[in-house]
Nanobody, 117 residues
Framework: VQLQASGGGLVQAGGSLRLSCTAR???????????MGWYRQAPGKQRELVAT???????DYADFVKGRFTISRDNAKRTAYLQMNSLKPDDTAVYYC?????????WGQGTLVTVSS
């Protein structure tokens, strides 16, 4: 399975971006049963969890994005999304998608989000 993340870019504070993560080489049953997540890593900081969505579409968010970010998934497209609104300069980071399935983590290559003040 290869995870391909896209949608990053440069945006002004208060703006929005939508990230996408497509699981290539994944069959529908595998993707549908996996937990999908988004993490981020800012320069000089450790990678941190942003949001997760289970196979049953239960979601969980880090406190610092609650009310601003929304995670979703489209199993037919093998794709997870992260809608990011009201972006802040502190949200600047490389965002990584994660797929957790059968006790194994799969990671995408990351997509850079830069929020200017």
């Amino acid at each position: 399975v290869q995870l391909q993340a896209s949608g990053g870019g440069l945006v002004q504070a208060g703006g929005s971006l939508r990230l996408s993560c497509t699981a290539r080489g994944s069959i529908l049953s595998t993707f549908s049963s996996a937990v999908m997540g988004w993490y981020r890593q800012a320069p000089g900081k450790q990678r941190e969890l942003v949001a997760t969505i289970t196979s049953g579409r239960s979601t969980d968010y880090a406190d610092f994005v609650k009310g601003r970010f929304t995670i979703s998934r489209d199993n037919a497209k093998r794709t997870a999304y992260l809608q990011m609104n009201s972006l802040k300069p502190d949200d600047t980071a490389v965002y990584y998608c994660n797929m957790y399935w059968a006790s194994r983590d799969y990671w995408g290559q990351g997509t850079l989000v830069t929020v200017s003040s």
